[in-house]
């Protein structure tokens, strides 16, 4: 089984094009949301600007995501400002508030072909603990003015077709989108007003001389004033440049063929996203051909996965107990960036140059924001308008245990719940 993104995306641009040794104003290192935004604001201002990319656009946690499009992140008002203080705290919750705006305007001024949805997104309670916990997140939500509606069990069960929920928390900010349709569709923009991107051209060195950047593919060299490292989970450059430690965390998705419009009558008919209060969270949500798509933590190429497989047969027996036997016909998984403290990182490791990775679990509005704005922050060389405040280094202890525990406790939860459900 394949990723059902990459089968179904109507967005098809060429990056293929040799690579010669130049010179540019930004060089982007990444070809997910976060490198494409950066280019494509890069590009607006009439900067030249080049991407690398080792593999192709998207391929990475871009093109392997569930396509919800957040706002904020999945931690709590209070924890945020607990965490950054609260001028910082308050910042970054208004500048990802507000970035779906962001996405769903790009998408409709540039008319990319990501079949966008925005009818909300529905955090559902799978437990009464869960809606104490929704019940606790709304009254918060409610002190920075946040659009949000809480949803009793009965009227949860009309919007999502299954009566397994407790209740839910609706923003009507969120929506949906095919996410990788949506990445490639940000490059095929910048491309056009005058970016340079480059697929598999895979970074080898990169190196600083007489304040320039020089960074290597293979033997061809590429000299930058700004550099932009932008590969969030999939960092694979030298240890000297692998700017960050984080925790990664698998996520896998299957997809069932489309369903008919009487399989489909129930389910979802305002196509929210949704996602549930569990530790070890699932997903579900419609595409735009009437597939279900189920997520959950986990690796699904991994040693675990029939265990996640035969835990996505009976999620979705569990959730829509009226549905025939239908079985999933595409299966892939993506790895996500974890910080310790879950807020995102900007590190600005030496003078003209940023890194941006940690989104958690929140790459698509996140990632465009930060893109666009560590875009315009290095070209203006005016850091102050990044929407959480770039530090100079960061480092974790314990990554490689944590991720080894994280697919343990995601291989043991989703086998136990096999046997309940």
């Known amino acids: 089984m394949s990723n059902l993104w990459e089968n179904t995306s109507k967005e098809k641009a060429n990056f293929s094009q040799p690579l010669k040794s130049q010179t540019t104003d930004l060089l982007i290192v990444g070809g997910g949301f976060t490198g494409c935004s950066a280019a494509l604001e890069a590009a607006k201002q009439g900067a030249n600007v080049i991407l690398l990319e080792c593999a192709n656009i998207g391929f990475g946690g871009s093109g392997r995501n569930v396509g919800l499009v957040n706002a904020g992140l999945w931690l709590p008002p209070k924890t945020i400002i607990s965490i950054l203080g609260k001028k910082q705290g308050e910042h970054l919750i208004s500048a990802l508030g507000s970035a779906p705006d962001l996405v769903f305007s790009i998408i409709e001024e540039n008319k990319i072909k990501c079949d966008p949805e925005r009818n909300g997104t529905l955090h559902c309670a799978h437990s009464e603990n869960g809606m104490e916990y929704l019940i606790e997140r709304f009254e918060q939500g409610q002190l920075f003015e946040e659009p949000l509606a809480l949803i009793d069990k009965t009227e949860t069960e009309n919007k999502i077709g299954s009566a397994k929920f407790m209740g839910s928390l609706h923003d009507p900010r969120a929506g949906t989108i095919h996410p990788l349709a949506y990445c490639r569709g940000l490059a095929r923009i910048a491309k056009e007003l005058g970016a340079k991107i480059y697929e598999k051209a895979k970074v080898s060195r990169i190196r600083k001389q007489n304040g320039m950047w020089q960074t290597y593919v293979q033997d061809v060299e590429i000299k930058s004033k700004y550099l932009l490292l932008a590969m969030n989970a999939y960092q694979d450059l030298d240890k000297a440049h692998n700017i960050g430690k984080f925790s990664t965390v698998y996520y896998s998705q299957f997809a069932t063929r489309p369903l008919n419009s009487n399989e489909m009558s129930t389910i979802l008919p305002g196509k929210e996203g949704c996602w549930d209060t569990a530790t070890i969270m699932s997903s579900f949500r419609v595409d735009d051909a009437g597939r279900l798509i189920i997520g959950t933590m986990g690796n699904s190429e991994g040693f675990g996965k029939y265990i996640h497989l035969n835990w996505a047969n009976k999620k979705l027996k569990d959730l829509f107990p009226f549905l025939p036997d239908v079985e999933f016909t595409h299966r892939w998984s993506g790895k996500i960036a974890m910080t310790r403290d879950h807020i995102p990182k900007i590190v600005n490791f030496e ?10 679990g929140r790459g698509i509005a996140p990632g465009t924001l930060f893109g666009k704005t560590c875009a315009s922050a290095l070209l203006t060389e005016n850091l102050s308008m990044l929407p959480v405040s ?16 994280y697919e343990m406790a995601a291989v043991a939860n989703n086998s136990l719940k096999s046997l309940r459900m």
């Open 351 to 360: 003078e003209n140059a940023l890194s941006c990775f940690g989104y958690s």
């Open 390 to 405: 770039a530090i100079l280094q960061y480092k974790e202890s314990f990554t490689r245990q944590k991720t080894t525990f």
